[in-house]
């Protein structure tokens, strides 16, 4: 079964930051792309970034920079390392993998004081 599980999700101050992780497992990871798309409150899925299985990776312009993705093929994970958090950032947050046919159940970041 493909499962992709989402972490580190909270409650994080303005200006702070917070590092999500996504475990992977039930398909060949090492070769599959994976994005990261956020849904803010009241708002409609935004992709935010994607990357590659050889960790090329590409942002949406709205980053602003701030973000960055990595992977780590031996333990099946991508992480994405938000920096320089601000309230508009705050949303649900998935992994999404195959091409888009497999999400996690998402996970809840609210940037606030």
């Known amino acids: 079964e493909v499962q992709l599980v989402e972490s580190g999700g909270g409650l994080v101050q303005p200006g702070g930051s917070l590092t999500l992780s996504c475990l992977a497992s039930g398909f060949t990871f090492s070769t599959t792309t994976i994005s990261w798309v956020r849904q803010k409150p009241g708002k409609g899925l935004e992709w935010v970034s994607g990357i590659w299985g050889d960790g090329t990776v590409h942002y949406s312009d709205s980053m602003k920079g701030r973000f960055t993705a990595s992977r780590n093929n031996a333990i099946n994970t991508v992480t994405l390392r938000m920096d320089s958090l601000e309230p508009d950032d705050t949303g649900v947050y998935y992994c999404?993998?195959?091409?888009?046919?497999?999400w996690g159940r998402g996970i809840q970041v609210t940037v606030s004081s």
């Open positions: 999404t993998g195959v091409a888009g046919s497999y």
